[in-house]
């Protein structure tokens, strides 16, 4: 015994200090000064362009006009974007003889005037966008206090957004696809590498200097990097560090594999998440963040693979100044991509101004994020705010430290190297992009509307104090807080109502009108007695205990029926759940007592022989109840995918089926035993017909 808990101790010493072995040393957070500079930097006053470059849509019966393009110093690239816009270019050897200056002022020349030829629905400037209760063991997780319970108690934050809750319900699903349009990713990064959380991407940029990569457009969206130097992007332009922008809104979302014991937590466990390269050195282009949009939902784009996991919710943490009436091909990329039932989640901007002014968070059908605190406050210092906002989530703030871990309160994710605290609108969009996700694992046929309607419901409401600017619905809460109104119980499997059971007896006093037979007066007066006693006796406080032990059984054969099938589902008592939340309730009414119980009196009452009568309760029993388990297990289902439909199937269609059933069995065994009866009795009197034969026949409506 000594012996054995010298090993035991022994093991467990040794596994403390491997494990201690293993943690990675705590990189340094990066000054708060560097995320300023690097993520808050301001944009120009004026929206800026690829110089020399305007994207313009044809009528469909146009063809693009060469020679007048050629007066015009102009001429077509062989590119055609993904939204059939075609992009005219100066020549490049007038352009070589032209000054910066003049080069800007002749593209927006071009833009005005290609604007007012016939035949043109369109034309732009390619703009150039920028930056812009189940725990983990993740060991950094304890800094993430965006990812908290929302509260003020231990393990809480006042601007978390509850996802320890909604880890209870759901930790994701492979089958939800989120892109992240952004600078790309860093693959071999330890708390990627082996994810099967990332699945590859498409590099989307064009421009070769731009991309940084030695190429335009492949397959691989490493991020090599975005740093530039001194006047690189444009006169003045600031020198800036790389950026690792795209890996670390990744990780928010969950592109790393969470807890794994590894880095930091992700707001999906599971999920898979694709990378699409947009932005480079200096930003990236209008044509090609359009492009990357359809890519990412599934469209075609022309000399780009289609992309074989389209993906459900598009995360773009990026913008430019101007709003979004200024770019109709990115408004026409957005409704496109949501017409094919992508929710498109976008970042406010990190100017302090109104949303409405920017581009792409103006644009329609697009849900724009501006970003909160610590405190779950709107971080007045850099984010955006306005009618176009739709709900605010932690952005952070790298120049304060309210919960006093000697940390700045930035949100903390994945860079190269390791790990960093950010601030932006840029780190506040993948946490609703992530929590969209979440959803979607859960109710997998949530539209984007649906899904607007879902954030704004849940948010958590802020007064003047905390949002003096207008931000949205509120913070964004994946789960409901712990001090609100429990959810109501799971409902019910449907019963036969008092209504259905009147129209039951309707049916069968319908079909036997036309005949006035003492048989007939009797089977009537039983089938109204026992259908008024089943109205008045079939309550659960009255036949639910005697019907506990069949309630429980039904409910124990429908989760073996349900694994039978290859669907997860979990028992308790008579409770039967699903892991990614759904529940409903198996009660007394629905385990096929009832129709039993009336197709049999309905059978014993009718004047037959007995065998025939037999032969009816033990082909109908068993067809019922089978009836009975394809409904719970159906149901079941339908809630786990399809909630709206499973409201439609409980409420009325599956009722009416049971209804039906139980009449059509009986009007066909009726039948059955009218015609074998008569058959019989012909051959014993050696007479054909029916005549002879005395018996009510529901199928004999003379006298009506």
């Not at 983990?136 to 800094?143: C, S």
């Not at 079909?511 to 037979?517: D, Q």
């Amino acid at each position: 015994m000594r012996l054995a808990r010298f090993i035991t101790i022994g093991t467990i010493l040794a596994c403390g200090l491997f494990s201690c072995h293993l943690l990675p040393p705590r990189p340094a957070d990066l000054p708060s000064e560097t995320v300023t500079k690097l993520l808050e930097r301001r944009l120009p006053d004026q929206p800026r362009f690829v110089p020399g470059e305007v994207i313009v849509k044809l009528k469909p019966t146009v063809s693009p006009q060469s020679d007048r393009l050629r007066k015009m110093g102009t001429e077509a690239m062989e590119r055609v974007t993904s939204g059939g816009e075609l992009i005219y270019r100066i020549v490049p050897t007038l352009a070589g003889t032209m000054r910066p200056a003049e080069i800007r002022d002749k593209t927006m020349a071009l833009v005005q005037e290609i604007n007012r030829w016939d035949g043109v629905l369109y034309a732009q400037p390619n703009y150039i966008l920028e930056i812009a209760d189940t725990a983990p063991n993740d060991p950094r997780y304890r800094d993430q206090w965006h990812y908290f319970n929302n509260g003020t108690g231990p393990g809480q934050s006042p601007g978390g957004i509850n996802l320890p809750r909604a880890w209870d319900l759901t930790t994701g699903s492979s089958q939800v696809v989120v892109a992240v349009i952004d600078t790309g990713i860093l693959p071999t990064h330890e708390d990627i590498a082996g994810s099967p959380n990332y699945i590859g991407g498409f590099d989307m940029i064009s421009d070769p200097a731009r991309a940084n990569d030695g190429d335009g457009r492949d397959s691989d969206p490493t991020d090599p990097g975005d740093a530039v130097a001194d006047s690189e992007c444009f006169p003045g332009s600031p020198p800036q560090p790389d950026s690792w922008h795209g890996t670390h809104v990744a990780g928010t979302v969950g592109v790393g594999k969470t807890n794994n014991g590894v880095g930091v937590a992700g707001v999906n466990w599971n999920v898979r998440v694709q990378a699409v390269r947009v932005l480079g050195k200096c930003g990236g282009t209008i044509a090609d963040i359009n492009d990357a949009i359809r890519w990412a939902a599934g469209l075609p784009v022309p000399g780009a693979p289609p992309n074989p996991t389209p993906a459900k919710v598009i995360s773009m943490s990026l913008g430019g100044r101007g709003p979004c009436l200024l770019s109709p091909s990115t408004q026409a990329a957005i409704d496109d991509a949501v017409a094919a039932g992508v929710t498109i989640v976008v970042a406010a901007g990190n100017e302090a101004s109104d949303a409405s002014g920017f581009l792409p968070a103006s644009c329609n059908h697009v849900i724009t994020v501006a970003a909160s605190d610590y405190r779950g406050h709107l971080v007045t210092r850099y984010s955006n705010f306005g009618s176009v906002v739709a709900i605010m989530a932690p952005g952070g703030d790298v120049t304060r430290d309210d919960n006093a871990d000697g940390q700045n309160d930035g949100v903390l994710s994945m860079i190269q190297g390791g790990y960093a605290r950010y601030n932006g609108t840029s780190m506040a969009t993948p946490h609703v992009a992530g929590a969209v996700a979440l959803w979607l694992a859960r109710e997998p046929h949530l539209s984007p509307p649906e899904v607007l309607s879902r954030l704004q419901e849940t948010a958590l409401p802020r007064d003047s104090t905390q949002c003096p600017r207008p931000c949205g619905a509120g913070l964004l809460q994946v789960a409901k807080r712990a001090d609100t109104p429990p959810p109501p119980p799971p409902p019910k499997a449907p019963g036969l109502t008092r209504t259905d059971l009147a129209g039951f007896l309707l049916v069968l006093v319908i079909a036997g009108l036309g005949r006035r037979r003492s048989a007939d007066a009797r089977f009537f007066a039983f089938m109204a007695v026992f259908t008024g006693l089943v109205v008045l006796l079939f309550r659960e406080e009255l036949v639910g205990p005697a019907l506990a032990p069949l309630t429980l059984w039904t409910a124990r054969m429908t989760v073996l029926l349900l694994h039978w099938l290859g669907v997860e589902a979990v028992q308790a008592a008579t409770v039967i759940s699903h892991p990614e939340g759904f529940a409903y309730e198996v009660a007394y009414s629905c385990v096929g007592v009832l129709p039993v119980v009336l197709f049999t009196a309905a059978v014993l009452a009718y004047p037959a022989a007995l065998v025939h009568r037999l032969v009816a309760v033990t082909i109908g029993l068993p067809a019922l109840l089978a009836l009975n388990f394809s409904r719970l297990v159906h149901l079941f289902y339908l809630g786990v995918h399809n909630r709206a439909d499973f409201e439609v199937w409980h409420e009325y269609l599956w009722r009416s089926i049971i209804l039906l059933s139980i009449i059509g069995l009986w009007l066909s065994w009726a039948y059955w035993a009218e015609r074998r009866s008569t058959r019989l009795a012909s051959q014993a009197n050696g007479k054909v017909g029916s005549e002879s034969h005395s018996r009510f026949s529901p199928f004999h409506l003379s006298g009506l």
